[in-house]
């Protein structure tokens, strides 16, 4: 019997892959990783959006629950302006500033159903009204718990003698994070008539 030289035993399994396969998994990672970067990016802006976008989402919320439709319902208008209610934190203050006067009012939660039953017949002033944010500008403290932001309301809506119309109304409301959801606080509207 022939003593056949020793070879030492493997310590780890070697593997050849032949480079067909790792070419295919180069191009595999190249469109793969912008496709997870991509779904992180968008994912993080979707489900944990920025203040300012939170803000944001909240203006534009509140514009279509104070906006009506030509069909809209009173049970309707009812609901949205319940719903719209909901945006403010009491107590919070209103500030209106017109040409000749100024108005300024403190709101606490009894008041709440007095606005309600006072929005409610505006609605029903118009046959449609459009209400929009223009002009948005956000700035949220660095504690993020409190925020303002200024711009301009359009209401679009038909005037039984002049058609369709719209005017604009230069805004301030200040902000407050409770319970993880902005709320307005303070309401400034000038309804000064333009220069």
């Not at 609901?79 to 300024?104: I, M, N, S, T, W």
């Not at 029903?124 to 209400?131: D, N, Q």
């Not at 902000?175 to 993880?180: A, H, L, V």
């Amino acid at each position: 019997m022939m003593n056949s030289p020793s070879r030492p035993l493997p310590t780890s399994k070697e593997v050849a892959i032949p480079s067909s396969k790792k070419s295919a998994n180069s191009n595999l990672l190249l469109v793969v990783l912008p496709l997870v970067i991509l779904g992180l990016y968008f994912g993080k802006k979707y489900f944990f959006p920025a203040e300012e976008d939170q803000i944001h989402r909240r203006m534009d919320e509140l514009a279509e629950l104070i906006s009506k439709d030509k069909d809209e319902f009173i049970i309707d208008a009812t609901k949205k302006v319940h719903q719209a209610l909901e945006f403010f934190l009491p107590p919070f203050q209103l500030r209106l500033e017109g040409d000749h006067e100024k108005a300024y009012r403190d709101f606490d939660v009894e008041d709440k159903q007095r606005i309600r039953e006072a929005l409610v017949p505006f609605k029903f002033k118009y046959p449609k009204l459009k209400v929009r944010f223009q002009n948005v500008r956000i700035t949220v403290e660095k504690t993020k718990t409190a925020a303002s932001s200024t711009a301009t309301i359009r209401l679009d809506y038909d005037s039984e003698s002049e058609g369709p119309v719209y005017d604009l109304y230069p805004n301030q409301l200040g902000w407050i994070k409770s319970k993880g959801v902005w709320h307005i606080n303070d309401v400034s509207i000038d309804m000064r008539a333009p220069d």
